[in-house]
């Protein structure tokens, strides 16, 4: 059964706009799924706990009803006050958060994680994920103090790529690198002054082994403590004039030059 829902003041609208912030989405355990992309790869993934829609002829819709999802129809008002987006596309779902425990995520041999320290950037963390979901990756980490992956900016710069490999919230950096080491992995961590150059890494076959790539912000980079607790400091070599490349751009590098090192076993 469908509901219909016209005005912006009903308690469940009120209850999915809540989830707009950490809080909320903290306490309830759930976040907002906005856009095609997104509730397709929840459905496919995980599943929604409800889909708010206009088009009842969209094919999601009839794929949430498959799944049992609780479905409820708007119209483009109400939808307006539910997404976060000034032009929502037709679709806003909740779903259960994404966030995994920090052994869980990295149980078994994972190969390659990424390690995001205190990143505050929504777009720039999201699109990290996304990344490392293209790489192979096997597991995103963001410490405590980094943004919450659930977030909605977040969220839609993963592209739907937050449902594909496990993502830890809030962990504490010195528990971060305590279960690396337990799993094997060598801790990499990015540096304009490293030691390391990625280059050399590629050409003496420094990547091949299990890896942990450490990243902090673009503005302040990693605390001097952590990258002392790193097997290595890296530096992404530049060769033109740019002063710097931005997280994001940084964190492809780094996770294709390890990805291709481990496929090549050089």
Not at 42 to 71: C, H, I, K, M, N
Request: proline residues 6%; glycine residues 10%.
């Amino acid at each position: 059964m469908t509901t219909v829902l016209t005005s912006t003041r009903h308690p469940r609208v009120q209850a999915v706009r809540r989830l707009h912030r950490r809080s909320a989405r903290a306490a309830e355990r759930r976040f907002v799924v906005e856009g095609p992309q997104a509730v397709r790869e929840a459905l496919r993934y995980g599943g929604l706990t409800e889909l708010f829609f206009t088009d009842p002829d969209d094919p999601l819709v009839a794929v949430a009803r498959e799944q049992g999802t609780d479905l409820v129809q708007v119209d483009a008002k109400v939808l307006e006050a539910l997404a976060e987006t000034v032009t929502p596309q037709g679709l806003v779902g909740t779903a259960p958060l994404r966030d995994v425990p920090l052994e869980a995520a990295l149980h078994g041999a994972p190969q390659l994680v990424v390690v995001l320290h205190e990143v505050n950037d929504p777009g720039n963390a999201g699109t990290v994920i996304r990344t490392a979901d293209a790489a192979g990756a096997d597991a995103v980490v963001l410490t405590a103090g980094s943004v919450d992956p659930h977030n909605g900016k977040c969220v839609r710069a993963t592209a739907g790529s937050l449902w594909h490999l496990p993502v830890v919230a809030g962990a504490p950096a010195d528990e971060v690198l305590a279960v690396l080491r337990r799993t094997g992995l060598q801790v990499l961590a990015t540096s304009g002054g490293g030691a390391d150059d990625l280059d050399d890494l590629l050409d003496d076959g420094g990547l091949v082994a299990p890896t942990a790539w450490l990243l902090g912000t673009e503005a302040h980079g990693l605390p001097e403590e952590l990258v002392r607790q790193a097997d290595r400091a890296v530096r992404v070599p530049l060769h033109g004039a740019a002063e710097s490349l931005n997280l994001a751009s940084a964190a492809a590098v780094c996770l294709y030059a390890s990805a291709r090192s481990q496929r090549t076993g050089r």
